[in-house]
């Protein structure tokens, strides 16, 4: 089946597909020895893909997979450059030796767990809305949440970017008249969600941390720690799909 050729180099992992447009445009990447232009189509499995002269392998690529569990410590970018020279992913990740992206976000002033990989096709599922992957936070707010509060979100809350889906919201420890401790899951990946979720609700986040994304768990990682997924991880995190 034929598709756009950045789709398949994205999908394969080789790199991003906005990054695959530029190669493409730049004329680096040929379909059975002609320069190919953007928007073309082809073959992975049977047409000749090269990128600056060397063949785009599709079995050899998926031998190595590579998929990472990473504790994201506050006030680091979720990106592996940044041009403003602020601490980002990776600088913490140059040990694993080939190249892995960040599957999503994870904001600047949060920590927790965020995942890597070079497998392009996984990483766009797992981002897909339709998907509506749980990810599972532990969440200081300003003040006391009363019942009323949990049940809000848990019904959804209406954003200047429409309404949330359900939440699913327990108590992590008890009230005090200072702040509040929840776990909050939420099936979407709207940008700052669960703080404008809050701050909706006249709560303020003071501390933000990501604990599990579909099934897979920060665990006992410290910030700043990385490690490869084990293989019921993989298939955990790969259930849905």
């Given at each position: 089946?034929?598709?756009?050729?950045?789709?398949?180099?994205?999908?394969?992992?080789?790199?991003?597909?906005?990054?695959?447009?530029?190669?493409?445009?730049?004329?680096?990447v040929t379909i059975n020895g002609a320069v190919a232009e953007l928007g073309a189509k082809a073959d992975v499995c049977n047409d000749h893909i090269k990128i600056d002269g060397k063949l785009v392998n599709p079995r050899a690529i998926e031998q190595q997979r590579i998929y990472v569990k990473f504790y994201k410590p506050v006030e680091v970018v979720t990106t592996l450059e940044d041009p403003e020279g602020r601490v980002t992913v990776g600088h913490f990740i140059k040990g694993i030796g080939r190249r892995v992206y960040p599957i999503g976000r994870l904001d600047y002033n949060s920590e927790g767990l965020l995942l890597l990989t070079n497998d392009g096709d996984f990483a766009h599922k797992l981002l897909h809305p339709r998907q509506r992957v749980p990810k599972t936070y532990h969440v200081k707010v300003k003040g006391v949440l009363e019942d009323a509060d949990l049940a809000r979100l848990r019904a959804g809350i209406k954003l200047d970017d429409g309404m949330t889906l359900p939440a699913k919201v327990g108590r992590l420890h008890g009230k005090t008249d200072v702040n509040?401790?929840?776990?909050?899951?939420?099936?979407?990946?709207?940008?700052?969600?669960i703080r404008r979720m809050l701050q909706r609700l006249d709560h303020p986040v003071s501390k933000l941390k990501r604990v599990a994304i579909n099934g897979i768990r920060l665990g006992e990682l410290r910030p700043g720690q990385w490690q490869y997924l084990t293989p019921p991880e993989i298939a955990s995190a790969k259930r849905e799909f």
């Open positions: 089946m034929k598709e756009r050729l950045q789709k398949i180099i994205s999908t394969l992992g080789i790199m991003s597909r906005r990054k695959a447009e530029e190669l493409i445009v730049e004329g680096r509040s401790w929840i776990e909050m899951t939420i099936y979407e990946g709207r940008k700052r969600q």
